[in-house]
C-alpha cells in the first residue's frame, strides 16, 4: 500500500511537469521568431519526450521490483525405502577382441626441415640491386630445406646476377636477369611468378643487402606450416631495446607509414609495413592480381591491401633489426608525398568494396552518416561564428545546439565505423580455401 501511494504521487507530479514542460514548449513553438528558434524548439521536443519516456520506464521497472514477494510453502514429500533385492551372480564367457590397426594421424609440420619430408616446398626470392658486397653471405646462410634461390637482377650496376653465377656453385640458384630496371616490387614479382611456375608451396622474400638473417627463416614460415596464416612478414618493433640502434629517421617513418598502412590495408594489428622479410602461400600468393601490385618501394604496403582485399591472414613475426654498412636506396622525404597519395587512394578502395559492394553492414551506415552531419556541423558552426564575430553578437542557444549537436552525433558515429573495422580482420587462414589454378583479376 505504501509502494502503490508513493508510486501514485510521483507519477501525478512526474505528469504535472510533463504538461507544464510541453504546455511551454508549446507556446514557444506556435508563434517562433525565426527558422533557427523552431528547429531547435523541435530538438528540445525530442529530448523531453525522451527524458519522460525513459523516467516512465524507470518507475515502472522500480515499482515491480517493490512487489512483496509470497513464499510458496514447502511440502515435504514422505521417503519410502525400496527394498534391495540381490541379483544372483551369472559367470560371462570370455570373447577375444581381434586387434585393429588404427591409421597413423600426419603429425602438424612445424619446422622446414618437417616440411622438406612433408613434401611442402619452400622456396627464396632475392631482389638484387647494388647488394653485390653482401649477397654471397645471404646465400651461404640459407639453410638446406629451402628448394630453390631465385635471384633476380634488377639491372642491377654491379651485375649482382653474373657475379653470383661465377662465384656461387649451388646447385639451388637460379638466375633471372631484368634488361631495364623494375623496382623492388618487379624483382620480387619475377621471382613470385617463377616460383610459382616452379610448384614451389611457400614463397620467401629476402633482401639481398644482409638485414634479414636466413636463419629467422623457420619462425616466418612457421605459421602458414601449422595453418595459422597466409601471409608472414618480421616485424622490428616488437622488441623497445633493439631500437636504439634503429635511425631516428627511420623509426619516426616507419610510425607515420605504419598508421596509414592501417587506414589503407585494414590489419590494425600489424607493424613495420615496409619490412620485406615475408613469407606467403602459392594457393593465395597465385590468387593475387600481380600485375596490379606496385613495382616500386610502395610494393610491401600494396601486397598488404591487396590482401586486405581477398580477407588472407597476416601475422607479424618478431625478429631482431640488423644494420650494417649497407646503403638504403629509399629517400623517405621523395616517396613520403606518392606514399600518402597511394594509401589515400587504397583506403578509398578498401571501404567501398568491403562495406558497401562484397558487403553491407552497419558501419556501412554509419560511415555517411558520420561524414554528413559532421560536415554539417563544422561548416554551419564556422559560417555562424564568422558571423557574430563579424557583427559583434552572440549567437542564440538554438544556433549552437544546431552546429554542436550534428558534429557531437557525426563524430560519434565515425568512432562507432572505426570500433566496427578494427574488429573485423580476418582470423582464419584462407589458403586451405583456395586453388592455385590461376590469378584472380577483379580486385580494383
Not at 551369472?90 to 577382441?97: D, K, M, R, S, T
Not at 600426419?106 to 626441415?113: E, F, L, M, R
Not at 618493433?237 to 623509426?251: G, K, N, S, T
Request: proline share 6%; hydrophobic share 45%.
Amino acid at each position: 500500500m505504501w509502494v502503490g501511494k508513493n508510486a501514485e504521487k510521483h507519477d501525478v507530479g512526474g505528469s504535472a511537469r510533463k504538461h507544464k514542460a510541453l504546455s511551454l514548449l508549446g507556446r514557444r513553438l506556435h508563434k517562433p521568431k525565426s527558422i533557427l528558434e523552431l528547429l531547435s524548439g523541435l530538438v528540445c521536443f525530442i529530448m523531453i519526450a525522451m527524458h519522460f519516456s525513459n523516467s516512465a520506464q524507470t518507475d515502472e521497472a522500480q515499482t515491480k521490483m517493490a512487489q512483496p514477494t509470497v513464499a510458496q510453502p514447502t511440502v515435504a514429500q514422505p521417503t519410502v525405502a525400496q527394498p534391495t533385492v540381490a541379483q544372483p551372480f551369472v559367470a560371462q564367457p570370455f570373447v577375444a577382441q581381434p586387434f585393429v590397426a588404427h591409421p597413423a594421424v600426419a603429425p602438424a609440420v612445424t619446422h622446414p626441415s618437417q616440411a622438406a619430408d612433408r613434401g611442402v616446398r619452400i622456396a627464396v626470392v632475392i631482389p638484387c640491386f647494388r647488394v653485390k658486397a653482401h649477397i654471397g653471405d645471404v646465400i651461404a646462410a640459407i639453410g638446406e630445406d629451402v628448394g630453390a634461390i631465385y635471384v633476380i637482377d634488377d639491372a642491377c650496376p654491379e651485375h649482382s646476377g653474373a657475379w653470383v653465377k661465377a662465384n656461387l656453385g649451388d646447385a639451388r640458384i637460379r638466375v633471372i636477369e631484368h634488361p631495364t630496371n623494375q623496382g623492388v616490387g618487379g624483382a620480387v614479382i619475377s621471382g613470385y611468378r617463377a616460383a610459382l611456375a616452379d610448384g614451389f608451396e611457400i614463397v620467401v622474400k629476402i633482401d639481398g643487402d644482409g638485414q634479414m638473417h636466413p636463419v629467422d627463416l623457420p619462425r616466418l614460415v612457421r605459421p602458414i606450416l601449422l595453418g595459422q596464416a597466409d601471409y608472414c612478414k618480421g616485424n622490428r618493433f616488437f622488441h623497445p631495446e633493439d631500437l636504439a640502434q634503429m635511425p631516428l629517421v627511420r623509426l619516426l617513418g616507419n610510425g607515420g607509414l605504419s598508421l596509414l598502412s592501417k587506414l589503407s590495408s585494414g590489419y590494425w594489428q600489424i607493424f613495420d609495413p615496409t619490412n620485406g622479410y615475408t613469407a606467403i602461400h602459392g594457393a593465395v600468393l597465385a590468387n593475387l592480381p600481380l600485375h596490379k601490385i606496385s613495382k616500386r618501394y610502395f610494393f610491401e604496403s600494396d601486397m598488404l591491401f591487396r590482401l586486405g582485399l581477398m580477407r588472407a591472414m597476416v601475422i607479424d613475426v618478431p625478429m631482431k633489426a640488423r644494420y650494417g654498412n649497407e646503403i638504403s636506396q629509399l629517400r623517405a622525404w621523395k616517396v613520403a608525398p606518392e606514399f600518402a597519395a597511394k594509401h589515400l587512394r587504397n583506403f578509398i578502395k578498401r571501404i567501398v568494396y568491403q562495406y558497401y559492394l562484397r558487403d553491407m553492414s552497419i558501419a556501412s551506415l554509419e560511415l555517411p552518416l558520420g561524414l554528413l552531419l559532421s560536415a554539417f556541423g563544422l561548416i554551419f558552426g564556422s559560417m555562424q561564428w564568422m558571423r557574430s564575430v563579424t557583427a559583434e553578437t552572440t549567437a542564440s542557444a538554438g544556433t549552437v545546439m544546431l552546429a554542436a549537436l550534428p558534429l557531437m552525433l557525426g563524430i560519434q558515429f565515425l568512432l562507432n565505423a572505426l570500433a566496427f573495422d578494427m574488429a573485423a580482420q580476418p582470423r582464419e587462414a584462407l589458403h586451405p580455401l583456395l586453388e592455385r589454378s590461376g590469378q584472380t583479376t577483379s580486385h580494383e
